[in-house]
T-cell receptor
């Protein structure tokens, strides 16, 4: 039972354009959502997060949007750069559960020069 | 400040052999976690620890044991390895702060192959 789903295994975007990565979840108890970025042969690194009391959080080129009624979140990268090419994981947590994360399957983003 | 380190980076085992993966963090984090990553499945939590001397089961704990004798170290053991345990293993750690969520910091991973 996959509680966090990333239905697009891959996404290809031209440099300078917007990248939109999507994530859906089923557990309404989740109240914190994070995006991690992973390069080959490295561990995931934290990118951006959002709490369920907000619907948007911005950090430079990265913006995360949360639609609680649809149980959907998305990560926007504007403008996309070749260095953004990586695997992006969506993750969710329940605030009282000792920080345990439930991850999606990941989306491979390729940004072409 | 090395962050989260994992030993070894690669290992090949035969079915039935045992091994221990070591995770160390120098950030004085209370919480530590072990995940496995398999193709098409993201990362899944194996076991976690909320403090020295405490451990708890995650989503996929079968076939693994853990110990946290020191705050900075979290060990993952495979008593009798099986081919289904072929995976990439990631350790992570985080602070515990009241009323806020804190992101996890991940190690570089251990690639384990069980033949």
């Amino acid at each position: 039972d996959q509680q966090v789903k990333q239905n697009s295994p891959s996404l290809s975007v031209q440099e300078g354009r917007i990248s939109i990565l999507n994530c859906d979840y089923t557990n309404s108890m989740f109240d914190y959502f994070l995006w991690y970025k992973k390069y080959p042969a490295e561990g995931p690194t934290f990118l951006i997060s959002i709490s369920s009391i907000k619907d948007k959080n911005e950090d430079g080129r990265f913006t995360v949007f949360l639609n609680k009624s649809a149980k959907h979140l998305s990560l926007h990268i504007v403008p996309s750069q070749p260095g953004d090419s990586a695997v992006y994981f969506c993750a969710a947590a329940i605030g009282t559960s000792y920080g345990k994360l439930t991850f999606g399957q990941g989306t491979i983003l390729t940004v072409h020069p | 400040n090395a962050g989260v380190t994992q030993t070894p980076k690669f290992r090949v085992l035969k079915t039935g052999q045992s091994m221990t993966l070591l995770c160390a963090q120098d950030m004085n984090h209370e919480y530590m976690y072990w995940y496995r990553q398999d193709p098409g499945m993201g990362l899944r939590l194996i076991h976690y620890s909320v403090g020295e001397g405490t451990t708890a089961k995650g989503e996929v704990p079968d076939g693994y044991n853990v110990s946290r004798l020191k705050k900075q170290n979290f060990l993952l053991g495979l008593e009798s390895a099986a081919p289904s345990q072929t995976s990439v293993y990631f350790c992570a750690s985080s602070y515990s702060r009241d009323n806020s969520y804190n992101e996890q910091f991940f190690g570089p991973g251990t690639r384990l192959t069980v033949l």
